[in-house]
């Protein structure tokens, strides 16, 4: 079934309707329970599901289950490790989870690009979206290991109270942190938890070689304009407080073509008009393409390229006359891991490198 098919799925809405307040809401944490992080009785642990194909492996005697203490932004959870039944409800994690080989009981498939390889696994139970999500999907699978974050943050103290015994992660980068930073301390905390430590360090280091090629290629005398594509419009995204291209001024620092007041978070941009754009005339022009991991099923789909790049208005100006304009991946909009802006700073170094 499509992501269109699912009864809660929502196509992106034209620009002008700005309805998804589950982008826009704020970090949500969780009523602590002073006795919430401590260690407790563990329920006998299940059975692994075994993959397609697997063998049965003959019955043999564990050894009590490891565990690992780490900390999210709620505080300190000890783990038993392998976690028995996992749920992943966190856009940033859904494809460093599937590259690690990890198995889910449930999770947000409504939400999963195409790119992730969970969407042709018919096992995993779907919670479906963020925005009426079937919480019951959870309880049902029996979780040992809840992976909340991005558009599921709002739900976790509900799910908390559905499945008193799982443990709850929340590593959503948290407001006021560096982005960077905050997107390598969550794969650093991931590959604790599923002993994949030295896969999240070459994450880690290709993630920051990626940034300081761009950094060395990049010269701080061109301006530079971040903006999202919905609907056929363009959205304005601002330097820090952008979605996903804002925290990208801070990462490598650029220099704004166009910095206005009140400038917000809103998952379609601010409006912005092309003669705003033409008359700041910025060198370069960073584009998240929000509707293009939904084109296969979006009939009405405008490129962002056909957009930017065949408009007269903007015509003149330098970034689309001299084609400096720099997409995010196509999935970005569904997949804003770490991966993605591996790939995205990758991206805009080549693209910085041949203007020279």
Do not use: C
């Amino acid at each position: 079934m499509t992501k269109q098919g699912h009864p809660n799925f929502v196509r992106p809405a034209p620009r002008r309707v700005r309805a998804d307040p589950a982008e826009q809401e704020p970090l949500h944490v969780r009523a602590q329970n002073p006795h919430r992080h401590e260690s407790r009785p563990r329920r006998p642990s299940r059975p692994r599901r075994l993959r397609r194909g697997a063998a049965a492996e003959p019955e043999k005697t564990e050894a009590a289950p490891a565990s690992v203490t780490i900390e999210d932004n709620t505080g300190e959870h000890e783990i038993a490790t392998p976690p028995a039944s996992v749920v992943a409800l966190d856009n940033r994690t859904f494809q460093t989870l599937s590259d690690w080989g990890v198995e889910l009981s449930a999770g947000a498939v409504a939400l999963m690009p195409e790119t992730v390889s969970y969407v042709k696994d018919d096992a995993i139970v779907d919670v479906g979206l963020h925005s009426e999500p079937n919480l019951e999907a959870v309880v049902a699978v029996e979780p040992d290991l809840i992976i909340s974050g991005q558009r599921f943050t709002q739900h976790n103290t509900a799910i908390a109270e559905l499945v008193p015994d799982a443990t709850i992660i929340d590593l959503e980068p948290r407001e006021g942190e560096p982005f960077d930073e905050e997107l390598k301390r969550q794969i650093t905390v991931l590959g604790e938890i599923f002993g994949k430590q030295d896969e999240a360090k070459k994450l880690v280091d290709e993630f920051d070689a990626a940034v300081e090629r761009a950094k060395a290629a990049y010269d701080d005398a061109d301006t530079v304009m971040a903006v999202n594509t919905s609907g056929g419009e363009i959205g304005y995204l601002a330097p820090t407080v952008g979605r996903s291209l804002g925290p990208v001024y801070d990462i490598l620092g650029l220099t704004p073509a166009l910095e206005v007041d009140d400038a917000t978070d809103d998952h379609q941009g601010d409006e912005i008009s092309v003669e705003a754009i033409a008359a700041s005339n910025p060198d370069w022009i960073l584009v998240l393409d929000r509707d293009a991991v939904f084109a296969a099923e979006t009939p009405d789909y405008v490129q962002a390229a056909e957009i930017l790049e065949n408009s007269e208005a903007l015509a003149g100006v330098t970034a689309v006359k001299d084609k400096q304009i720099v997409y995010m991946p196509t999935d970005t909009y569904l997949n804003e891991g770490i991966q993605t802006y591996t790939t995205f700073f990758n991206d805009l170094a080549d693209a910085l490198e041949d203007a020279k």
